[in-house]
């Protein structure tokens, strides 16, 4: 009786514009050739050149890129692709807006650099089988983000909010929407009540919570 086939290598490519970062994902993975990476990229437009040339089943890839397009992005283009790769996020940065978003476009899991390596390994393969994978910490929150509720802001209140988050003074805005600051602070009164804050470095830090800025 013939032992059954070797399953075939989960092939897999690492985007991180940093080449120390990418030596370091590379030692992640066993010496038994389970998983054999096939490539690496600094820049998520180099990314997505390589997995559509070489077909990866998964793109180990890193939020912030440097120049170019960052990782949601990167994500967005690289789900685009026929065949698709799965897209896992690998970052140091775990804010939730950055979350949705990149779960939004695409990524099948999310994880943090700090993460165990057999976390780590492991969620490649799970998210290579089609599982959702985060961090349990990463995903009670996203619970507690989804659960919150939906704040719906109007056009005029977004663009306020977006500007407030640049840090510009209420003249600064008035000056950016051609409107009067007495306006600006109308604006910002409905926004404070929508969001349930008291101030505008309040209203910057749960826009970001929740994802809308």
């Known amino acids: 009786m013939t032992a059954p086939a070797p399953a075939a290598p989960l092939r897999l490519i690492i985007v991180d514009d940093h080449p120390i970062v990418r ?10 050739g389970s998983v054999q990476v096939v490539g690496e990229a600094a820049t998520g437009e180099e990314a997505v050149a390589l ?6 089943a998964v793109v180990l890839c890193d939020l912030r890129l440097g120049a170019g397009i960052d990782g949601v992005e990167t994500t ?3 789900r685009a692709l026929d065949p ?3 897209v896992v996020i690998l970052t140091t940065f775990d804010r939730d807006a950055e ?6 476009a695409g990524a099948a899991g999310y994880l943090l650099k700090d993460a ?7 969620a490649i ?6 599982e959702l994978v985060l961090s349990p910490e990463l995903t009670a929150r996203m619970v507690h983000v989804m659960r919150a509720p939906r704040v719906r802001l109007t056009d005029r209140e977004a663009d306020v909010l977006r500007l407030l988050g640049t840090g510009a003074s209420n003249r600064d805005i008035a000056k950016s929407l051609f409107v009067t600051e007495a306006t600006v602070k109308t604006h910002l009164v409905h926004l404070f009540d929508k969001l349930g804050v008291d101030s505008r470095a309040r209203a910057v830090a749960v826009a970001r919570e929740r994802g809308i800025l």
């Open 23 to 32: 030596a370091g994902m590379r030692s992640l993975f066993p010496a038994d």
């Open 76 to 78: 967005r283009r690289l």
């Open 51 to 56: 997995a559509r040339h070489l077909r990866p």
């Open 116 to 122: 165990p390596a057999e976390e780590i390994t492991t």
């Open 84 to 86: 698709a790769p799965v």
């Open 99 to 104: 979350i949705l978003q990149a779960v939004e």
């Open 125 to 130: 393969r799970r998210a290579a089988s089609g």
